[in-house]
């Protein structure tokens, strides 16, 4: 029995080879999955599936927790591998995992629950093709029966297809349109929507989460929650959630400007959505590793956003051409500034940015070429901003 790790793709001929022979090719998320007697909610989707998957495990867990039902569990790709805890669960609980297209890909089970939060280019350094990361994506409800229920973003035209190929029930949500039934986010208010019934949960202002896709994230959450917790815990939740680190997180506010840690944004979708948070200008820093992706939906927020533009890594010069092609468009002019460290930019960012805007670390690029990941860039932006002194 071979245990593929995320980071392995599963045709590799050595794998090939070893499967000719007669070795069953599995993963500790197929296992788990597989052997699990509870409920299983899994999230995946290109962008926004940590912080709806902490939604949502904070709504459920709160809910076992206060009536004393079972336990909740987070893995996947967050959290703590599971493997090693199949023993304690029990059907009172439910699982909750986050889960990659390299976790998906060859997966043969489908959890009771799915969310997918949306679908856009990703990986490609690692996936032959779009369409091979899309297959992967499916497999997340391919396997459900009829009991099973699927979470689809209305908004996003290749989500939204998914119905045809759904098996159970499917629920969508949308902060573009009034849908008869699901959850939408409708003049800054998110609604629940039941036979074109539409009841208020919570407005804009009641929570601490920044952002139109993060008001996608809450919409996706309550879709997946619903049936299974009272109405009462979701809200209650959701306005105590204070979102998750390297997403949007606040560090700290010096001389009235306020530094933002948006590590998490290794694609263009995930650092437009984090410029489009913001009302005030923005000091960009972005960059890094180089995933083979277009960069050019990104020039556009920048130039509508972004007062000067920082760029560092490997993909400095892809998001430079794009802007300054873009700039050239429209008869703009922009402050650019190109450093070799992550240093360098705080540096800079520092000197350049004026009182009342943000400093925004949001790379739209992956960390490896300076990092190992995501997680250890953003601790490092951290740590550097709070060494100024102001």
């Given at each position: 029995m071979i245990f593929r790790s995320p980071s392995c793709r599963p045709d590799r001929p050595e794998i090939i080879e070893e499967k000719k022979r007669g070795a069953i090719l599995t993963s500790e998320i197929e296992i788990v999955m597989n052997l699990c007697p509870s409920k299983i909610i899994g999230i995946t989707g290109s962008d926004g599936k940590t912080t709806t998957t902490s939604i949502i495990y904070e709504i459920i867990n709160n809910f076992l927790q206060e009536f004393s039902i079972g336990n909740c569990y987070l893995g996947g790709n967050?959290?703590?591998?599971?493997?090693?805890?199949?023993?304690?669960?029990?059907?009172?609980?439910?699982?909750?995992?986050?889960?990659?297209?390299?976790?998906?890909?060859?997966?043969?089970?489908?959890?009771?629950i799915a969310v997918i939060t949306n679908i856009s280019p990703n990986h490609l350094d690692i996936h032959k093709s779009y369409e091979e990361y899309i297959d992967a994506k499916k497999n997340i409800f391919k396997f459900q029966d009829e009991k099973g229920i699927l979470v689809l973003n209305y908004d996003d035209n290749m989500t939204r297809q998914f119905i045809k190929e759904a098996n159970g029930k499917v629920k969508y949500f949308s902060r573009k349109e009034k849908l008869e039934n699901?959850?939408?986010?409708?003049?800054?208010?998110?609604?629940?929507?039941?036979?074109?019934?539409?009841?208020?949960?919570?407005?804009?202002?009641?929570?601490?989460?920044?952002?139109?896709?993060?008001?996608?994230?809450?919409?996706?959450?309550?879709?997946?929650?619903?049936?299974?917790?009272?109405?009462?815990?979701?809200?209650?939740?959701?306005?105590?959630?204070?979102?998750?680190?390297?997403?949007?997180?606040?560090?700290?506010?010096?001389?009235?400007?306020?530094?933002?840690?948006?590590?998490?944004?290794?694609?263009?979708?995930?650092t437009i959505a984090g410029l489009n948070s913001f009302d005030e200008k923005v000091v960009l820093i972005a960059g890094g590793y180089d995933k083979n992706l277009d960069y050019t939906p990104i020039a556009k927020p920048i130039i509508d956003n972004v007062s000067s533009l920082i760029l560092m890594g490997g993909t400095a010069d892809k998001i430079y051409d794009v802007v300054v092609k873009e700039l050239k468009k429209e008869g703009k002019t922009m402050q650019i500034y190109k450093c070799k460290t992550l240093e360098e930019t705080v540096s800079v960012a520092a000197e350049i940015a004026n009182r009342g805007e943000i400093v925004l670390f949001s790379p739209a690029s992956a960390s490896f070429d300076l990092f190992k990941n995501f997680v250890e860039r953003g601790n490092k932006f951290k740590e550097l901003v709070n060494r100024i002194k102001g």
């Open positions: 967050i959290g703590t591998p599971l493997f090693e805890k199949i023993k304690e669960f029990t059907p009172n609980d439910v699982v909750v995992l986050e889960l990659s297209s390299f976790q998906l890909m060859e997966i043969k089970k489908s959890p009771d699901g959850c939408i986010y409708d003049n800054e208010i998110i609604k629940l929507c039941k036979n074109g019934v539409r009841r208020q949960l919570f407005s804009k202002k009641d929570v601490y989460l920044k952002g139109d896709h993060n008001f996608e994230n809450i919409c996706a959450s309550i879709c997946a929650t619903e049936e299974i917790v009272n109405i009462e815990t979701i809200i209650s939740t959701i306005k105590e959630f204070k979102g998750v680190e390297h997403r949007l997180e606040f560090i700290k506010e010096i001389e009235g400007v306020k530094w933002y840690n948006d590590s998490i944004g290794t694609s263009p979708t995930r």
